[in-house]
């Protein structure tokens, strides 16, 4: 049984870091391609950053490109998400997703990734 479990997420103040973990299970986690989306209330969710089973290619939303690092450590099947400079723009739910592909040739949608955890919330103040 798949199973993606989050943690790292709190409270912090704008221009804060957190680092955000997910750890997979039930599933050959170097086969897939991994990703970190998020969602606010009252919007749609969107892509943050994944990484590409197939050399560890990684992709980051414009959002995000300089201030969050997704990475992860294949010998303990996690996914982090290092968050720094963070923006109260940046509140939202975040999830962890796994897709059994391992290349697109188009920024990763979330209707891509069949896997899912359950979210940590991440909340910035200004």
């Known amino acids: 049984q798949v199973q993606l479990v989050e943690s790292g997420g709190g409270s912090v103040q704008a221009g804060g870091s957190l680092r955000l973990s997910c750890v997979a299970t039930?599933?050959?986690?170097?086969?897939?391609?991994v990703a970190w989306f998020r969602q606010a209330p009252g919007k749609e969710r969107e892509g943050v950053a994944t990484?590409?089973?197939?050399?560890?290619?990684?992709y980051y939303a414009d959002s995000v490109k300089g201030r969050f690092s997704i990475s992860q450590d294949n010998a303990k099947n996690t996914l982090y998400l290092q968050m720094n400079s963070l923006k109260p723009e940046d509140t939202a739910m975040y999830y962890c997703?796994?897709?059994?592909?391992?290349?697109?040739?188009?920024?990763?949608?979330?209707?891509?990734?069949?896997?899912w955890g359950q979210g940590t919330q991440v909340t910035v103040s200004s």
């Open positions: 039930g599933y050959p986690y170097r086969r897939y391609s």
């Open positions: 997703a796994a897709g059994s592909w391992c290349y697109l040739s188009r920024s990763p949608r979330k209707e891509d990734f069949g896997y």
């Open positions: 990484i590409y089973c197939s050399g560890g290619t990684t």
